[in-house]
């Protein structure tokens, strides 16, 4: 694996869970969110209109992942209520690719190799000290936590059938984000009985950078396929779970146990098994 790709997946890692810190940090969670859709919203806005426009087929997929990726931040910041993010972050992360895993073992067949079986072993054993003890997170919390890995593992599955409908990929992103921030802007004036963005508050342009940093973390992690085979830059990347678990200590004053860190290693270890 190049230099290059290492380097692009692990600041895409920490910026991951840069983003997140940002988010469980907030005051207004659901409205952090929603601006930070919308940042991405507005960068994709000159995009659609260069790329081809997406025919047939390929609309059902874009609107549908647009959808999950609402769900999956309505359910992540109901996580972040009641739990800290290195007891949040590492559940939601290493849910993905034991589900992913399993749900090919057990609904298309596939065999699990050596590496695959000892990743699950080792993430369901991670998140599951992270589960229980007295210092775990409200029962609430780790219940949306996991409902989030499973709609971040549903839109990923979307993703990976629907962008083969478009003859540009980066089209089918593009418009994947720019739905996605629109319908969670509806979402929450829904909920909220409208919408009020002040563009001369910080707290707007923090949460707006918020959602630039987590746009970039999504691009270095594309550049580096280029560079690398996807299983390796997905191993890479899962560190953002020990990085979580570092900044929540750093910069959040969440406690720093050693059975927490730990078991954030264990999860980021069977990540990456999973990975290869």
Same mark, same amino acid.
């Given at each position: $694996? ?11 890692? =920490? ?14 969670? !659901? ?10 919203? !507005? ?24 959808? !999950? ?24 992360? @290493? ?15 596939? =065999?699990? &190799? ?19 003890? #007295? ?25 990976? #059938? ?11 992103? $593009?418009? *994947? ?15 909220? #009985? ?15 950078? &918020?959602?630039?940093?987590?746009? =970039?973390?999504? @691009?270095?992690? *594309? =550049? ?7 299983? !390796? ?24 146990? *050693? #059975? ?17």
């Amino acid at each position: $694996m190049s230099t290059i790709a290492v380097v692009l997946a692990l600041v895409a890692a =920490i910026l991951h869970a840069s983003w997140n810190a940002f988010l469980r940090n907030g005051a207004d969670r !659901l409205w952090s969110v929603t601006v930070m859709s919308l940042a991405g919203t !507005l960068v994709a806005l000159p995009f659609i209109a260069w790329f081809p426009l997406p025919e047939g087929e390929a609309w059902f997929y874009i609107l549908m992942s647009a959808s !999950l990726q609402v769900g999956y931040s309505l359910f992540l910041v109901a996580a972040y209520r009641h739990g800290e993010l290195g007891q949040v972050y590492p559940i939601v992360r @290493g849910t993905v690719p034991l589900l992913v895993t399993l749900g090919g073992f057990l609904f298309f067949g596939e =065999i699990l &190799g050596t590496f695959q079986t000892i990743g699950v072993m080792l993430v369901a054993a991670g998140i599951m000290s992270l589960s229980l003890g #007295k210092t775990r997170a409200a029962t609430s919390s780790l219940l949306f936590a996991f409902a989030t890995g499973l709609i971040i593992a549903c839109y990923s599955t979307v993703d990976s #059938k629907g962008v083969k409908f478009v003859q540009q990929p980066a089209a089918y992103a $593009m418009w *994947v984000l720019f739905l996605y921030g629109l319908m969670l802007a509806v979402t929450y004036a829904v909920l909220r #009985k409208g919408i009020s963005i002040d563009v001369r508050s910080s707290v707007t342009w923090k949460a707006f950078g &918020g959602g630039v940093v987590a746009m =970039i973390a999504y @691009g270095l992690v *594309v =550049i580096a396929y280029s560079f690398a085979p996807a299983g !390796l830059v997905t191993a890479v990347r899962e560190t953002s779970v020990v990085f979580a678990v570092l900044i929540g200590a750093l910069f959040l004053g969440e406690r720093l146990t *050693v #059975k927490r860190l730990v078991a954030c290693l264990i999860v980021a270890l069977g990540a990456i098994c999973v990975s290869l």
